[in-house]
């Protein structure tokens, strides 16, 4: 069964940083795209961005490139969401996706159970 | 402000056929860049239900059809169930920003 497993809830403080993970399995993790996925509560999704482990080809929205990094380990099947400087405004569940087809302009079949940032100010 | 158009609310009684709209424009569903559409309930993942405009996966019901005309698409729902009651949202992707984005979501509400 093919399966996304995202790390715990997360409580920080403005200015921290962080970082959240995304472990796949049930498949090869280098030949699927990873996309990350944020929900502000009462808000809408909103694209993040996007890599390939198995060369780390990386694409971003404009709207999150230079706050953001993502990154993947295909050793250990996981990919990663790293915040260097924390704000408030970052206080929202993010969500791991994998697309099955179309690479990264495809669909996500398979979604993370969710992982919830909480930053304070 | 999201690229992508859809109408905050919809709604239908049970078993009929309500229709959600997704309108874009020239740099993404218009380009011919696939259409793809989810059912998310706060708090829990979302679920893929329409892919590549049309397509459905596996184990979601033939009442869920997708389609696309011109710069825009719709997410149809016929025989309305209690359990469609979500958030919808389309995702496609925008040759401009080199990446996907989400249209911002709509509210099925089943009367």
């Known amino acids: 069964e093919v399966q996304l497993v995202q790390s715990g809830a997360e409580v920080k403080k403005a200015g921290e940083s962080l970082q959240i993970s995304c472990k796949g399995s049930g498949y090869d993790f280098s030949k699927y795209w990873i996309g990350w996925v944020r929900q502000v509560s009462g808000k809408g999704l909103e694209w993040i961005g996007i890599i390939y482990p198995g060369d780390s080809d990386i694409r971003y929205s404009p709207s999150f490139q230079g706050h953001v990094t993502i990154s993947a380990d295909k050793s250990i099947a996981s990919a990663y969401l790293q915040w260097n400087s924390l704000r408030a405004s970052d206080t929202a569940r993010y969500y791991c996706g994998r697309t099955d087809y179309g690479g990264n302009l495809g669909a996500f079949h398979t979604w993370g159970q969710g992982t919830v940032v909480t930053v304070s100010s | 402000q999201s690229v992508l158009t859809q109408p905050p609310s919809v709604s239908g009684a049970p078993g009929q056929r309500v229709t959600i709209s997704c309108t874009g424009s020239g740099s993404n569903i218009g380009a011919g860049y696939d259409v793809h559409w989810y059912q998310h309930l706060p708090g829990t993942a979302p679920k893929l239900v329409i892919y590549d405009k049309m397509k459905r996966p596996s184990g979601v019901p033939d009442r869920f059809s997708g389609s696309r005309s011109g710069s825009s698409a719709s997410l149809a729902i016929t025989g309305l169930r209690p359990e469609d009651e979500a958030d919808y949202y389309c995702?496609?992707?925008?040759?401009?920003?080199?990446?996907?984005?989400f249209g911002g979501g709509t509210k099925l509400t089943v009367l």
């Open positions: 995702q496609s992707y925008d040759i401009s920003l080199s990446g996907s984005l």
